[in-house]
């Protein structure tokens, strides 16, 4: 998963998100009408605008389902029983591969 949004801005559209997940928007809004924890506010137009703390849980489902293979119904489950838990998890999981990606570039360097 390589995700780049820049981290100083306080919305994403849904196609800022799917294109940051490499996914199309429609499973993005799928996504939003399945998990509770997705809340984004929106726009007059009526534009999903997701906020830092969506795409942190964004990256949560994704990693569920896509990378750990869960079904939408294990997800659900998995987020309401440990979500505290899980989302430790997987920030420590993706501050060791931010640290191994340096690692390399560095190995590469010399």
């Given amino acids: 998963m390589h995700i780049e949004l820049s981290p100083n ?3 994403y559209s849904i196609g ?4 940051a997940f490499d996914v199309n928007a429609s499973l ?3 996504w939003d009408k399945e998990f ?3 809340k984004p506010k929106k726009n007059a137009k009526g534009n999903r605008m997701f906020t830092p703390e969506d795409v942190t849980n964004l990256k949560l489902i994704f990693h569920l389902v896509k990378e750990r ?3 939408l119904e ?3 489950t998995h987020l309401k029983e440990g979500q505290k838990k899980t989302l430790d998890k997987f920030e420590i999981i993706s501050k060791l591969e931010t640290i191994r ?3 390399t570039n560095i190995k590469n360097e010399l």
């Fill in 28 to 30: 993005i809004r799928f």
């Fill in 74 to 76: 294990g997800a659900k």
């Fill in 101 to 103: 990606t340096q690692l």
């Fill in 16 to 19: 800022e998100v799917a294109k």
């Fill in 36 to 38: 509770d924890i997705l």
């Fill in 9 to 11: 801005k306080r919305y």
């Fill in 69 to 71: 293979g869960f079904t």
